[in-house]
């Protein structure tokens, strides 16, 4: 099919075509949302039910176009979960979730999607065609299942055998009727460990996530304090976090992207804790400029700085990131000193307690 040809030539290493009744899909997503484990993302429920329903999202949608992007960056070395396990270890350094390394992915999928679907327009006529990605109202992995991209694995993101994880999704609505492709099977079989080895017990039971829990969620999306029973796991990750991805072992399959928009950028690769910490703000937005790490802002970015300065205070004193933490105090708004100040108190403070486990 030209329209494959056309996704490779884009950066897609795959995609494929799902019809658009979710049915099935709804009643589990009503009962997730219906426990809270979305947390403070409202805007999942605000479009409730219709994210089971692309038609009526998008009126007059047919199919549903679905891409894959891989994202590792291009210079991976063999065995890079090494690496990565490697940097968890050492407290002072800052963790990345390694998405977000390179450029804002929304913008190089967006782009991508919307050129494939102009080419399809272009071959077939006029089309009514609206793009997605990472978009709250899309049940993507969903999507992605139903049309082979991948399985949804018990940490619940998509994956494939011949992939791993390490991708983005994007969807294409279309008005056209398109020949849907086969779904793909699970390949999790007996494997738990992207469940064991969740640093805050955030997989609740396989396939389902306790938004408020995950790492991902509280260092990215959720805007308030953090939960102090949570601070301690977040261990030295500033900003999403990857371990479930980490430990799968379909990943090492996982390819490295044919784009030079997902290449790490200095130093989110390799930086300190305090080297991040002293940026004020018209440092961070000029340095996280194009990635989608400017989104958070900087009042969120040092609040999980905090945290990780302090899960590495707790690790072993340090007389400079203890200065850092309190010439900073005098200057911070209200969240930022709490943080702050719970950073400094695990100087003294006694090793974590492992997350309760959580039923609900
Ligand atoms: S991203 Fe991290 S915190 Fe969230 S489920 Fe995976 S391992 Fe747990
Ligand atoms: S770690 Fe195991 S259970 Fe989790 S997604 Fe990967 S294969 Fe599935």
């Known amino acids: 099919m030209q329209l494959r040809e056309w996704a490779h030539e884009l950066g897609f290493s795959q995609i494929g075509v799902a019809a658009v009744d979710l049915g099935a899909a709804e009643a589990g997503l009503m009962e ?20 089971a329903r692309p038609a009526e999202l998008v009126p007059g949608t047919l ?13 991976s070395p063999q065995g890079w979960q090494a ?44 089309l009514g065609a609206r793009v ?20 949804r694995g018990k940490h619940t993101l998509a994956l494939q055998r011949d992939g ?18 086969p779904p793909a099977a699970s390949h999790c079989g007996s494997c738990r460990a992207c469940i064991d080895v969740c640093p805050t017990q955030a997989i609740v039971a396989p396939y389902r996530l306790d938004a408020r829990r995950c790492i991902s969620y509280l260092t990215i999306e959720h805007a308030g304090a953090i ?65 989608a790490i400017r989104r958070i802002g900087h009042a969120r970015w040092q609040r999980n700085l905090a945290v990780a300065l302090g899960n590495a205070l707790r690790a072993a004193p340090d007389a400079a990131i203890e200065q850092a933490l309190r010439r900073r105090r ?4 209200a969240l930022l000193a709490e943080h702050i100040d719970w950073a400094l108190r695990q100087l003294t403070a006694a090793p974590p307690a492992p997350p309760a486990t959580a039923a609900g």
């Open 83 to 126: 690496v990565e396990w490697q940097r968890l270890r050492e407290p002072q350094q800052a963790t990345v979730s390694i998405y977000a390394r390179g450029r804002d992915y929304h913008k190089v999928l967006r782009t991508r999607l919307q050129a494939l679907a102009t080419r399809l327009a272009e071959s077939v006529g006029p």
């Open 164 to 181: 791993g994880s390490m991708f983005f999704l994007g969807e294409i609505f279309v008005d056209l009727a398109l020949p849907a492709t």
């Open 32 to 51: 997730w949302l219906a426990q809270g484990f979305h947390g403070s993302m409202h805007y999942m429920q605000r479009h409730g039910a219709r994210r």
């Open 227 to 291: 939960p102090e029973a949570m601070r301690p796991h977040l261990g030295n990750r500033i900003y999403g976090c990857d371990d479930c991805q980490l430990v799968c072992p379909w990943n090492k399959y996982a390819r490295v992207s044919t784009l030079a928009d997902f290449d790490a950028r200095a130093p989110l690769d390799g930086a300190t804790l305090l080297q991040l910490w002293v940026w004020d703000e018209a440092e961070f937005l000029r340095r996280t400029e194009g990635s």
């Open 330 to 333: 005098a200057g911070a708004d």
């Open 63 to 75: 199919s549903v176009i679905t891409a894959r992007m891989d994202y590792l960056p291009r210079a």
């Open 132 to 151: 997605f990605t990472d978009s709250a109202p899309v049940l993507e992995v969903e999507l992605a299942a139903r049309s082979g991209l991948g399985w």
